[in-house]
């Protein structure tokens, strides 16, 4: 189905630009995939690496006023590790090019059901220097703490992101179950 290029803002003016194939356009939201993540290094949660340099991800992205958008993380051998929010400015979906803000603060879902909010400190960082108006920062930890509330009471995240195991975002992205690999899309740094 094509890529999209996601221009991804964090606080205060860095921008990454993530290139990733999307899998299905399902009207309120978009599947995308990163065969291969390419980190400086591993994301820790709750104690332990949740996603690690080359691992995949299958990305949800929600179309409309949605705060966030969902992330199923690997291992680089493929080991599912949970979900992982990222509490954003609503993506605007262009064609190809979609852009959005990071707030900051993020939710973790692992796979043993543990939940937690992530970077606090750096979201009071943010509030501190003023990257934020007091708009952003309520409607952000509002949309953290729903998030992490819903998943502790097992309603997130939603059916269509536990429908999108590793197996069927490589089967769509090859195009058949044990396919050749893809090929490797990459993020980077843009000034």
Known sequence: M???RIHYRRLPD????F???VLEDAGGHVVTFLEAARLPRPVVAGGRVVLEPGAPVVWFTYRGDAWHDVGRFHLADGTFTGFYANVLTPVAMDGERWDTTDLALDVWMGADGAVEVLDQDEFDEAVR???MDAATEA???AEAESLAAAA???DWPPPHVRAWDLARARAHHTGAPGGAAPPDHTQRETP
């Open 129 to 131: 220097r003023g990257w």
């Open 2 to 4: 094509g890529l999209v």
């Open 139 to 141: 409607r952000a930890r």
């Open 19 to 21: 290139e990733q194939a």
């Open 14 to 17: 860095r921008e990454q630009l």
């Open 152 to 154: 502790r009471a097992g």
